[in-house]
């Protein structure tokens, strides 16, 4: 009898070979075919399991136990059972190890892809895509679970591996949906925490083990798996909080922005240890808020395996970095945000991806996520690759994304790296090197599009919030809408004005006569675009040195240019940000490996820096003129923009109420001059509102006026096409602002 029964099992296991030897080789397409319960006959059906390592497996049906028999060695148990209805079914499984677990079968449970959200994700314009797609803790058929779901549509088999398989590839196969090319699965009992990855057999053969594109949580390198995390926000914005968000990005708002590393603001334990997501709360928040800056931007914080990247090589574009502690901490930080109503902005890097095994290049086996042509694919400045933006999945992935972190964190909005490098097909390329467009141009237009449907998206799903476009040329309508042929932004980086200040401070004040037109050329366009003043961490870093160090002239001179420089830029139509280090004079070029010095503030002239971005801080956001009228040309207008030989500026803002209106006197030379006559739109009574030469400021104590209250009586002197006139003392390499306090001459 015995004999009999093992000839049976082994016939039938000669039936079953072609599937045993599928699935024992971690290769098996369709699984849900094989594996689960089969109808065998009218009354009758067949369960099928593989599970590597058990040495027996009952099926537990209800009270019943019915012994599954194992087919010759291989790891496959079959049994037969009495049904008229697909059974509802455990398993009892025990292990070499005498370990026995009484578990759901996989492959008992029914998809639950949703296939409309399958279409629009295919179509390019599945908005919530993290919501489908990645690992996702849920109750199906009336279990806890996971639903793992991926996109790999030339895979020949995908399965999920995890500390809870001993990450198996031959152990939890995924289903396979043709027509969208999505593969899914739901496995039971799951816990958060635990680590899993893809294992993906291509077309040839060939096992990739990929990290989840859509993970909410990755190790942190040298590790590469990602890491089962419950989505758990909790953060909604109430009513108030959204119209404050969208008062505070308005084009016509005081906008100062703060841009900060995380990693290197400040450290712990003699600088080897960052600071937590909560200590960052605790300390970067109020920090910021005393400084008087309006936003936070942090540089990129999606999971990225190389610290010298700063971020903008993430593999986990989902996942915000464990560098600084768990999913919840970084929610706490971004909930103090909104506490001390800081505007917070992410940076985020749709323009390429790094190269990383475990990462999106080759996903499936083919360039999937990349476009195929190195020509379009590759970025020779960065050694990365290129999204293809041409497919519609791809702008799905990339449009959920900027989704995620505006609808899930209710941030302020995204500064968008590099988008230059996205317009243009021959960025950074020699003749021969690139692939014209179907018109024969150089835009890549799949870019341009997917750019476009991102801001049209963000702004529609989260009204109030602002995009930043890091866009280096002349592209026009950067910050037009869409519907206006414009790209959508909301703002745009003026590395114009940049470059051209830059160039010009640096100069020698001796030499400052002969390149005045570096500093006025900006008013030329400055309307063109709802434009951002940027001192970013681009211009501390690769030997260009800091701030500071860039000034002309011995210690005191460095100290005053760059006072009156940031008042200059204060004053100049566009909104502000400058980079962490630059408030405290930095000597140093920035470290990404070191905390800022923050022992400098010891010194007179570094806290002295400090205080005047805290007053310059505290002018703008409270005088309406410096920032309602930015983006018009009502609001700018020059006193006197050719004065080289003195390399003088003198200009004045205007508010939308045009009696409400700043004077700018920015004096570059080292010389002080007494009595200087400027005019001005209104008699009254003027005060100086601002003047970098302040002795508490490190400067040399220069009063503009000699009134203890720093007021200026105008008189009937007609000067720079105006009536009214007034008199000050301009301090050597020195910003003053004055202001109209008083109609009474």
């Not at 398993?91 to 578990?103: A, I, P």
């Not at 004077?663 to 570059?668: E, S």
Request: aromatic share 14%; hydrophobic share 35%.
């Amino acid at each position: 009898m015995r004999s009999r029964v093992r000839q049976e099992q082994s016939a039938q296991s000669v039936i079953y070979q072609k599937q045993i030897d599928a699935l024992a080789s971690g290769c098996f397409r369709d699984p849900f075919s094989f594996l689960g319960a089969h109808k065998s006959g009218p009354t009758s059906y067949e369960i099928r399991c593989f599970l590597p390592g058990a040495s027996s497996v009952s099926i537990l049906l209800g009270t019943e136990k019915i012994v599954a028999q194992q087919q010759g060695d291989s790891h496959l148990f079959v049994a037969n059972i009495k049904s008229k209805t697909k059974p509802d079914y455990q398993l009892d499984v025990s292990y070499s190890n005498e370990f026995t677990h009484q578990q759901y079968d996989e492959y008992s449970f029914e998809s639950s892809l949703d296939e409309q959200a399958m279409y629009l994700f295919n179509e390019g314009s599945l908005e919530y895509a993290y919501q489908h797609f990645g690992a996702h803790f849920v109750t199906q058929q009336g279990v806890d679970g996971v639903r793992f779901t991926v996109w790999a549509p030339n895979a020949s088999s995908v399965s999920v591996i995890g500390e809870f398989n001993y990450w198996q590839r031959n152990r939890h196969f995924m289903r396979f949906h043709p027509a969208s090319g999505v593969w899914e699965l739901f496995i039971p009992g799951l816990k958060e925490h635990q680590c899993y990855k893809f294992a993906i057999t291509t077309l040839t053969g060939e096992v990739l083990d990929k990290a989840d594109p859509f993970a909410f949580k990755m190790q942190q390198a040298p590790g590469t798996a990602s890491v089962l995390q419950k989505l758990k926000t909790g953060i909604q914005l109430s009513e108030r909080a959204l119209a404050n968000r969208a008062k505070r990005n308005s084009v016509d708002a005081p906008v100062s922005i703060y841009e900060v590393h995380a990693g290197s603001w400040q450290r712990r334990d003699d600088g080897e240890r960052y600071l937590t997501w909560r200590e960052l709360a605790d300390n970067l928040i109020p920090y910021t808020k005393e400084l008087g800056f309006t936003h936070l931007q942090l540089m990129p914080i999606s999971e990225y395996p190389f610290d010298g990247s700063w971020g903008y090589q993430p593999v986990g574009l989902f996942a915000p970095t464990s560098r600084y502690g768990s999913f919840e901490d970084f929610v706490y930080f971004v909930e103090q945000c909104h506490e001390a109503d800081i505007g917070l902005i992410l940076d985020w890097v749709p323009g390429h991806f790094p190269s990383d095994p475990h990462g999106l290049h080759r996903f499936d086996g083919t360039h999937l996520y990349e476009h195929a042509d190195v020509r379009q694919g590759f970025h020779p400045d960065w050694n990365t690759y290129i999204y293809n933006y041409d497919r519609a999945e791809v702008r799905s992935f990339l449009i959920a994304n900027a989704m995620y972190w505006l609808h899930e964190f209710g941030i302020d909005g995204l500064r968008v790296d590099a988008v230059a490098s996205m317009l243009y097909l021959d960025y950074s390329r020699e003749e021969g090197q690139w692939v014209a467009n179907q018109y024969g141009g150089r835009e890549n237009l799949g870019a341009i599009e997917c750019l476009k449907q991102v801001n049209m998206r963000c702004y529609a799903k989260n009204p109030g919030i602002m995009m930043v476009a890091e866009e280096s040329t002349a592209w026009p309508g950067v910050t037009r809408q869409v519907d206006h042929d414009g790209l959508g932004f909301g703002y745009k980086w003026n590395m114009g004005w940049m470059n051209d200040s830059l160039h010009y401070m640096q100069r020698d004040s001796l030499y400052r006569s002969h390149h005045h037109h570096e500093m006025t050329f900006s008013m030329v366009y400055a309307y063109s675009e709802n434009y951002i003043l940027p001192l970013s961490h681009d211009e501390v870093v690769h030997g260009k040195g800091s701030l500071i160090e860039k000034m002309p002239g011995d210690d005191w001179q460095k100290f005053a240019n760059l006072r009156a420089y940031y008042a200059f830029m204060w004053a100049h139509p566009g909104k502000k940000l400058l980079f962490m280090g630059a408030e405290i004079a930095q000597r140093k070029e920035w470290n990404h490996d070191q905390s800022l010095d923050w022992h400098l503030l010891e010194h007179i002239s570094h806290s002295g820096m400090q205080q005047t971005i805290k007053d310059l801080n505290a002018v703008y956001t409270s005088t309406p003129a410096l920032y309602e009228q930015d983006t018009s040309p009502a609001g700018f207008a020059w006193l006197d923009s050719n004065n080289a030989e003195q390399s003088m500026f003198s200009f004045i803002r205007y508010a939308k109420k045009a009696e409400d209106f700043v004077v700018v006197i920015c004096n570059l030379t080292p010389q002080v001059y007494h009595d200087y006559v400027i005019g001005v739109p209104k008699a009254g009574t003027y005060q100086v509102i601002l003047n970098t030469d302040k002795a508490n400021y490190f400067g040399s104590g220069v009063d503009a006026t000699s009134h203890a209250e720093q007021i200026i009586v105008s008189q009937a002197i007609e000067s720079h096409g105006f009536n009214q006139s007034i008199s000050v003392s301009l301090p050597g390499l020195a910003t003053i602002y004055l202001k109209k306090v008083s109609d009474e001459s």
